[in-house]
Nanobody, 130 residues
Framework: QVQLVESGGGSVEAGGSLRLSCVASGHTASKYCMAWFRQVPGKKREGVFATNIGDDIERYMVNYPDSVKGRFTISRDNTKNTIYLQMNSLKPEDTAMYYC???????????????????WGQGTQVTVSP
């Protein structure tokens, strides 16, 4: 059974940094996509950063919205099936529950939409105070 486990959330002041981790287990995919989404109560889940990952990747791809450009970066460890979201220059509007997601389709497209993603973590809270 595929499981995604997030860690690294917390509370910081504006301008601070946090690093989120997500470990995927229970699958045998050699190339797939993982992504971070965030959601605040009453709003739609928003794609924050997506990447492909796996030993059989020919070319790494990433996708992210303008709202995080220059502040958030993603890295991956294929040996650990783990992605990391480094969040710098955090703003109060980054406050949300952050979810990790996986799309095990080998032809995944690093989408920022929720529908391609079949597996989701439980979420980790990020709170940024002014």
């Amino acid at each position: 059974q595929v499981q995604l486990v997030e860690s690294g959330g917390g509370s910081v002041e504006a301008g601070g940094s946090l690093r989120l981790s997500c470990v995927a287990s229970g699958h045998t995919a050699s190339k797939y996509c993982m992504a971070w989404f965030r959601q605040v109560p009453g709003k739609k889940r928003e794609g924050v950063f997506a990447t492909n990952i796996g030993d059989d990747i020919e070319r790494y791809m990433v996708n992210y919205p303008d709202s995080v450009k220059g502040r958030f970066t993603i890295s991956r460890d294929n040996t650990k099936n783990t992605i990391y979201l480094q969040m710098n220059s955090l703003k109060p509007e980054d406050t949300a529950m952050y979810y990790c997601a996986a799309d095990l389709d080998p032809y995944c497209t690093v989408s920022l939409r929720t529908d391609p993603y079949n597996y989701w973590g439980q979420g980790t809270q990020v709170t940024v105070s002014p």
